[in-house]
């Protein structure tokens, strides 16, 4: 089996995403902590570094692009100086990021993380400040949004949408993404981040447990109650190939149409430093797999794995094709 999910990761090469959504750029900043400040009980913190890695829809991009796929980053950004660090570290990663379109009349997302080292093997985090704005994309700007879908999802193999709430994603712009995908035969997946009912009758949706929680209004314990809350989405939302539930240390739990409801147990990870883009990992892992062709159990049971190597770094990650394979065959 093990050698099964190798085969799997080298087959994940070469194809091609559009990934849609809410991009971001992560910064860290980390400082030794030195003292106590004498205005308030706070560490006082000494610069070391700035870290800048690609937040939001920006990671599951980049986790395909790891991978050696193409991913397409059609997002908005601001016509500022934060979006041209972000190109910068999308194009470092070999991201083709011809789709952003620029809004000047907004910031581009910056997620800044204030970080203490103190003697741990990674710093921790002590504050964090989001710049952004929700404002609906103004006419003009959606139009270059919904020109770059036409233009691009013709040409690849899947179309992922990754939903931070950051007003790109409106029902209407689903909604043409959607008619589009369908189209051009191109997988169509989501990752929700709650926004459930709007991808209704996507091939793959994928939330976490407090989501589903929240959308069904009732509390979910134990395999068997994630399994019917699973099945129900599935049924609710038409879902087409794979309704996902992660679930963290207990790893995830999916419902396929006409085959029933699986449960996917996580890796035992004995250091976790860091939950940030674990999400990202799953969707962008799970659309890889399906396009290449694997089924829905098997896509998240390698989601799994990618995640479980993600929670060990502090910031968002993306394992590469060797990595990924060494820790499938080290699996019992």
């Known amino acids: 089996m093990n050698g099964d999910l190798v085969a799997l990761i080298h087959a994940l090469q070469g194809l091609r995403v559009l990934v849609v959504g809410d991009v971001i750029l992560d910064e860290y900043l980390i400082g030794s902590a030195s003292r106590l400040s004498r205005e308030a009980p706070i560490p006082v913190l000494e610069f070391e570094e700035r870290r800048l890695f690609p937040g939001g829809a920006a990671n599951p991009a980049a986790n395909i692009a790891a991978l050696g796929s193409t991913a397409v980053q059609l997002g908005v950004i601001g016509a500022d100086a ?43 985090q002590v504050a964090r400040i989001d710049r952004l704005s929700r404002a609906p994309l103004p006419p003009a700007v959606e139009q270059q949004v919904r020109h770059h879908l036409q233009k691009h999802t013709p040409s690849v193999q899947a179309v992922l949408f990754s939903d931070y709430h950051g ?58 109650a994630f399994a019917e809350a699973a099945g129900q989405l599935a049924r609710e939302l038409h879902v087409q190939r794979a309704m996902i539930i992660t679930r963290g240390a207990d790893g995830a739990t999916l419902a396929v149409p006409g085959a029933g409801e699986h449960h996917c147990p996580a890796p035992l990870t004995t250091e976790v430093f860091d939950t940030v883009g674990a999400g990202d990992t799953a969707i962008a ?48």
């Open 167 to 224: 007003g790109l994603l409106s029902g209407e712009l689903v909604e043409a993404g959607r008619q589009l995908a369908r189209q051009a035969k191109a997988l169509l997946t989501a990752d929700a981040q709650g926004e459930l009912q709007k991808y209704a009758g996507f091939d793959v949706v994928k939330c976490n447990a407090g989501e589903a929680q929240t959308f069904l209004g009732r509390t979910l314990a134990g395999d068997g």
């Open 82 to 124: 934060d979006a041209t660090a972000l190109r910068q570290v999308l194009q470092a990663r070999g991201i083709d990021t011809s789709a952003l379109v620029v809004d000047g009349g907004r910031p581009t997302t910056v997620k800044t993380r204030v970080m203490a080292q103190m003697g741990l093997r990674f710093p921790q």
């Open 285 to 332: 892992m799970v659309t890889l797999a399906l396009a290449a062709g694997s089924a829905p159990e098997e896509a998240v049971r390698l989601a799994n794995i990618a995640s479980g190597l993600v929670v060990r770094r502090v910031g968002n990650y993306a394992p590469t094709s060797d990595e990924l394979a060494e820790a499938a065959l080290a699996l019992p």
